[in-house]
């Protein structure tokens, strides 16, 4: 269906996650340890709204959110790392899985940024503007 009516709201909703993620250098990250002063600069130079916290072989650990900092606000924020503000255990979606999948996630959730592992290891991000670029929500 996908091939005939690639414009459609179903086609881009069978869409996979790896067609839409953002990969690489676009992705918001740092590894556990670090200070919130750089993590901050992270979610501002990449401009999600988050930033992805992960071990040093690339396991993610847990995502930093605009609502994280507001709720951390009062409490020397600066002056702390990641590991005190993060969420553990994010949600995440595959890269195989479908964008429709993935929407499904962002919804529920009340959220704008899903995170893609493979094997536990982080290998993308999507967006809900990528998901509404392409038609599917």
Do not use: Y
Not at 50 to 70: N, P, S, Y
């Amino acid at each position: 269906f996908r091939t005939f009516h690639p414009g459609g709201q179903l086609g881009a909703n069978l869409t996979q996650v790896r067609e839409v993620m953002h990969t690489g250098e676009r992705i918001p990250i740092v590894v556990t340890g670090t200070g919130m002063r750089e993590a901050i600069g992270q979610i501002s130079q990449k401009g999600f709204g988050c930033v992805a916290v992960t071990t040093a072989d690339g396991t993610l650990a847990g995502i930093i959110t605009d609502g994280d900092l507001r709720r951390k606000f009062g409490e020397n924020l600066l002056v702390m790392t990641v590991d005190e503000v993060m969420t553990k255990s994010p949600k995440t979606v595959t890269p195989d899985a479908l964008v429709a999948t993935a929407l499904q996630a962002i919804n529920a959730s009340a959220i704008s940024s899903l995170m893609v592992t493979d094997g536990g290891k982080l290998v993308g991000l999507v967006h809900m503007q990528d998901l509404l670029r392409i038609g599917a929500a």
